[in-house]
């Protein structure tokens, strides 16, 4: 298993502009969890999905974040518009199910918004 | 709610001497409590988990309620111990509060 993959690895954009991820969870695991990281917040939880169904989007910042999950395979985080604050790293992440199990992270997208 | 503290955001020692990551935690239920590890060019890993109490790469990690932490140990830091650390608290919603992270540079 390739682990969890996470496209585009690095995005930049222009303010204004739509930006999408994506990730793909390690197949058999029914959770998955976004996060964003940066300098000054550290590692926050943006939401979290378990068997594709939205659990707790909390973390989520604002309305112009939204995530989905079609399927087991496949989720996205869709960012618009952006905004420069937007910039991070996001990492998306997957367990057997739940926080209480080991969650495997893929190797985050950095996104540059100017 | 729940929040994970690590004071120090780096954290300098030199080959063999003892490390202690500190982490503290503020939760009201009963916490399940994890180090995180992300190596140079790789992905966040699981380092250990408190329920399992056990000692990978010889890093330990004990549970103590009364002071509410969580401290990452090792008597003989290696060089290829350097990396960011997180502590993370798991709630009984099912969701993982993480610590600000210490990076840890171990000297040669």
């Known amino acids: 298993d390739a682990g969890v993959i996470q496209s585009p690895r690095h995005e930049v954009t222009e303010m204004g502009q739509e930006v999408t991820l994506r990730c793909k969870p390690i197949s058999g695991h029914n959770s998955l969890f976004w996060y964003r990281q940066t300098m000054m917040r550290g590692l926050e939880l943006l939401i979290y999905?378990?068997?594709?169904?939205?659990?707790?989007d909390s973390g989520m910042p604002e309305d112009r974040f939204s995530a989905k999950m079609p399927n087991a395979s496949f989720s996205t985080l869709k960012i618009q518009p952006s905004e420069p604050r937007d910039s991070a790293v996001y990492f998306c992440a997957s367990s057997l199910h739940g926080a209480g199990e080991t969650q495997y992270f893929g190797p985050g997208t950095r996104l540059l918004v100017l | 709610a729940q929040r994970v503290t690590q004071p120090e955001k780096l954290l300098s020692v030199f080959k063999g001497a003892p490390v202690e990551l500190k982490c503290n935690y503020s939760y009201s239920g009963s916490p399940e409590l994890f180090w995180y590890v992300q190596y140079s060019r790789q992905r966040l890993q699981l380092l250990l988990r408190h329920i399992s109490r056990e000692s990978i790469k010889g890093f330990t990690a004990d549970l103590n309620k009364g002071e509410t932490s969580f401290h990452l140990k090792k008597p003989f830091a290696q060089e290829e111990d350097s990396a960011m650390y997180y502590c993370?608290?798991?709630?009984?919603?099912?969701?993982?509060?993480f610590g600000g992270g210490t990076r840890l540079m171990v000297k040669p």
């Open positions: 993370a608290l798991n709630n009984a919603g099912n969701m993982l509060t």
């Open positions: 999905f378990n068997n594709n169904v939205p659990i707790d």
